[in-house]
C-alpha cells in the first residue's frame, strides 16, 4: 500500500569535490489508508532519509505535502557519478502507557552528480574543533534569546569566522589552544512560528562546518490535571471517576488508563479519549462489572504537541454490602448458635432425670 510519494525535484547537480549540497524532495503523505488501530493509537509521523551524508529526518503531515531539503556529499574524484537514496517513513503510536515505531512505507531513488576537476585541499597547518553550538529549542513570543558557539583551536593559528543566515557574521584570530565562544543576541517575533537558522564555520575564509537549527516560538504552556476519585471503600460495581483537565492553549489530549485488581491488569484503554480541547474539559472514566477486590486505577494524560505528560493513580476496594453484613452479625449468629446448642443439652439433661 502507498502510502508516500517521494519526489526529487533536482536529478542532476554539479559539485565541487567532497562538497556537501542538497536537493529539494516533495513528499506527498496519506495515512488514511492505516489500519483503524494504528490510525485510532496515531502521534505523529516523521520520513526519514540515508545518503552517503548521513541519515536525515524530518516531521510530516498525517495528510498532505511537504518540501524537505536532502543533503549528499560529491565524491572526491572527479566525473560523473551516481548517488542513491533510500527513505522510511515511520509513525510514533501509542501503547498502554508508552510507544512504539511502525515503518510503514519506503523506497529510494538516484541522482546524478557531476564532480568538477579535483582541488586538493591546503595543508592542514590549521585545525579547529567546534565543540558547541548552544541554543534554546522554545522561547516565548517577544522574548530575547541567544545563539553561542564555542570553538577551540587544537592546531596552527588562523582567522575563524561564524556566520548566522539572517543574523549576521562574528571573526577572530585564533592559536593552538585558544578557546572562542560566538554569541548572537536576537528577540523572537510576537507571534507564534518556526525560526530555522543555518550556522556557518570558517577557518581561514574557507567553510569549515555548517548546522541548521530550529527554534519554536511558542506562547507559555500551562496546565493542570484534577482526578475525582472514589471511596476508598465502596459497596457498588460500578463507579465513575472523573478527570479534570484545564490548558491555557488549545492542544491535543490523549486520555490512558489501566486498571489493576489484587496487582493483575483487568483492563487498559490506550487511549481512552483523544482530541483537541481548550480551556477545560472534563471525562468520565466509567469502571463496570467489578469484583470484591483492591483496586489501582492508573490515569496518563498526555499533551501530544509537547510531549508531555501528567500520572495520577486512585485506589479503592470493592466490598458488597451484602458481605459487609455478614461481618457485623457473624459474631451474633455464632453465638445463637451456640446457646441453640447448649439449650438442647439441658433439654436431654431433663428428660433423663
Not at 547537480?13 to 556537501?20: I, K, N
Not at 557574521?169 to 510576537?190: H, I, V
Not at 486498571?259 to 480541547?277: A, F, M, N
Not at 474539559?281 to 462489572?289: V, W
Request: proline share 5%; glycine share 4%; net charge positive.
Amino acid at each position: 500500500m502507498v502510502l508516500a510519494i517521494v519526489t526529487p525535484r533536482k536529478r542532476s547537480v554539479e559539485a565541487d569535490p567532497g562538497e556537501v549540497f542538497s536537493i529539494p524532495v516533495e513528499v506527498d503523505v496519506n495515512l488514511e489508508y492505516l489500519s483503524p488501530d494504528l490510525k485510532r493509537r496515531f502521534v505523529r509521523a516523521a520520513i526519514i532519509f540515508r545518503t552517503n551524508y548521513g541519515d536525515q529526518s524530518w516531521d510530516v503531515p498525517f495528510k498532505g505535502k511537504k518540501t524537505v531539503y536532502v543533503k549528499f556529499k560529491a565524491p572526491s574524484r572527479s566525473g560523473t557519478h551516481t548517488l542513491s537514496c533510500s527513505w522510511i517513513l515511520r509513525i510514533v503510536c501509542t501503547r498502554n502507557l508508552g510507544y512504539e515505531y511502525h515503518d510503514v512505507d519506503s523506497g529510494y531513488f538516484s541522482i546524478t552528480v557531476y564532480v568538477r576537476g579535483y582541488v586538493p585541499p591546503p595543508p592542514p597547518s590549521f585545525d579547529i574543533r567546534v565543540e558547541s553550538i548552544n541554543y534554546p529549542s522554545v522561547v516565548s513570543p517577544g522574548s530575547s534569546f541567544s545563539i553561542s558557539v564555542r570553538i577551540r583551536c587544537t592546531r596552527g593559528s588562523g582567522t575563524v569566522k561564524v556566520k548566522i543566515s539572517g543574523v549576521g557574521e562574528k571573526s577572530k584570530r585564533m592559536s593552538s589552544g585558544d578557546t572562542w565562544t560566538a554569541t548572537f543576541t536576537l528577540r523572537a517575533p510576537n507571534k507564534e512560528t518556526t525560526l530555522n537558522y543555518t550556522v556557518y564555520v570558517y577557518k581561514n575564509n574557507r567553510l569549515h562546518t555548517s548546522r541548521r537549527i530550529s527554534i519554536k516560538v511558542r506562547k507559555a504552556f500551562t496546565y493542570s490535571v484534577n482526578v475525582t476519585c472514589p471511596p476508598s471503600e465502596i459497596e457498588e460495581r460500578e463507579v465513575d471517576v472523573v478527570v479534570t483537565v484545564k490548558v491555557s492553549k488549545r492542544v491535543t489530549v490523549s486520555i490512558s488508563y489501566d486498571l489493576l485488581k489484587d496487582g493483575k491488569l483487568v483492563e487498559s484503554k490506550s487511549p481512552y479519549k483523544r482530541e483537541v480541547i481548550e480551556g477545560e474539559k472534563s471525562y468520565t472514566i466509567h469502571l463496570k462489572d467489578l469484583q470484591p477486590g483492591n483496586y489501582k486505577l492508573k490515569i496518563r494524560v498526555f499533551f501530544v504537541e509537547y510531549q508531555k505528560y501528567e500520572d495520577r493513580e486512585c485506589t479503592f476496594t470493592v466490598k458488597f454490602e451484602e458481605e459487609i453484613e455478614w461481618e457485623k452479625y457473624k459474631s451474633l449468629f455464632i453465638l445463637g448458635f451456640a446457646a441453640l446448642i447448649c439449650l438442647s443439652a439441658i433439654k436431654a439433661i431433663f428428660r433423663r432425670d
